[in-house]
């Protein structure tokens, strides 16, 4: 009972995470291209373009959590492979660690890939002034959930990975 009670904590925790963890980052991308957000997220959101940050923390609000909800009910889920509840606390935490850094390595590949490849700034509508800014914008967010996705499954082998690994320690004494 002790250790679904640490998993429903686990995820509440997770997703909290994952929900500051988006409000930085989109505050961060707002200032590089507002427009992305004016023209794109806050009607994606039904957010008035007049809201500025109080509207882009509502959106990450918004994007974030159920994917925050998803990769932490994932990791801490696959947590329970664990024999005692600090095996699992530990080692959860750990997954939620290499996922958010995985995730945070891909948006700065994101920006690098953003700032330097910009195939289709012919293609966006004229009612964008900044292009470049806004499709260095929209390749750090689609990087991101790259990142948190492929963080995720790293996540959840290094689960698998420290569980086989203290079995075969305990296996041979």
């Not at 023209?39 to 882009?56: D, K, N, Y």
């Not at 990142?147 to 075969?168: D, P, S, T």
């Amino acid at each position: 009972m002790t250790k679904l009670f640490l998993v429903s904590i686990l995820i509440c925790c997770g997703t909290l995470l994952a929900c500051i963890y988006g409000i930085i980052h989109d505050q961060i991308t707002y200032r590089i291209s507002e427009e992305f957000y004016t023209h794109i997220r806050f009607a994606q959101s039904e957010i008035a373009p007049t809201e500025s940050w109080w509207g882009v923390t509502k959106v990450a609000v918004i994007n974030t959590w159920k994917i925050g909800f998803i990769i932490s009910l994932i990791l801490s889920c696959t947590g329970l492979i664990h024999r005692n509840e600090k095996r699992l606390l530990k080692h959860t935490i750990q997954s939620f660690l290499i996922t958010s850094s995985i995730a945070a390595i891909l948006t700065v590949i994101g920006f690098i890939m953003g700032k330097f490849h910009n195939p289709e700034l012919e293609k966006l509508p004229n009612t964008i002034l900044d292009k470049s800014n806004f499709l260095l914008v929209q390749s750090i967010h689609n990087f991101t959930y790259i990142g948190g996705l492929i963080g995720m499954f790293v996540g959840v082998y290094w689960q698998f990975y420290k569980h086989k690994k203290h079995n075969k320690e305990s296996s041979n004494y």
